[in-house]
T-cell receptor, first 114, second 113 residues
């Protein structure tokens, strides 16, 4: 595997389910990110991790719970979601947490909440 | 705070014609600027970035962008559109004061044969 991978690519869940999204980066980067992409809206930054430590939580509801066990893996645990949480969830990584470092994105997980 | 405005959510060009996608930014400090492309069912891929070196930045697939501080713009251009250029394009800004990327709402490019 190369770059940033995400699994699953598609997920349909009910409002009472618990599921997890997985992201893995094979680039040796130190910073990882979760974004939410909804139609006709800018990408919304959800969480930022730097060297496994969370550095940013952009007022994300507690029904989204991130986990970063090491610099290569990032999870997003989901529980009791709402239909408005349906979106494309993108994971990204960068060499460092620096403004001039480009972010490398995974293909995303298309989430549908019924 | 920083922000990005992409004028035109949809742009259509004929194959072989000039591509011009507009991006204006707002920042009180020197910005870093990025253009990303997203093909269907894929993540975002970096096209090019401006990090305070040359104001004319060349990227992949024949794209380039020019940083114009006086106009707070970073428009993306390509001299001759190809069918494979059809995709969603995102402009983003970041600064050393926050390290966050702020993305625009995207411009969907259609190439007409």
């Amino acid at each position: 595997e190369t770059g940033v991978t995400q699994t699953p690519r598609h997920l349909v869940m009910g409002m009472t389910n618990k599921k997890s999204l997985k992201c893995e980066q094979h680039l040796g980067h130190n910073a990882m990110y979760w974004y939410k992409q909804s139609a006709k809206k800018p990408l919304e930054l959800m969480f930022v991790y730097n060297f496994k430590e969370q550095t940013e939580n952009n007022s994300v509801p507690s029904r989204f719970s991130p986990e970063c066990p090491n610099s290569s893996h990032l999870f997003l645990h989901l529980h009791t979601l709402q239909p408005e949480d349906s979106a494309l969830y993108l994971c990204a990584s960068s060499q460092a947490l620096a403004a001039n470092n480009e972010q490398f994105f995974g293909p995303g997980t298309r989430l549908t909440v019924l | 705070a920083q922000s990005v405005t992409q004028l035109g959510s949809h742009v259509s060009v004929s194959e072989g014609a000039l591509v011009l996608l507009r991006c204006n930014y707002s920042s009180s400090v020197p910005p870093y600027l990025f253009w990303y492309v997203q093909y269907p069912n894929q993540g975002l891929q970096l096209l090019l970035k401006y990090t305070s070196a040359a104001t004319l930045v060349k990227g992949i697939n024949g794209f380039e962008a020019e940083f114009k501080k006086s106009e707070t713009s970073f428009h993306l251009t390509k001299p001759s559109a190809h069918m494979s250029d059809a995709a969603e394009y995102f402009c983003a800004v970041s600064t050393n004061t926050g390290n966050q990327f702020y993305f625009g709402t995207g411009t969907s490019l259609t190439v007409i044969p």
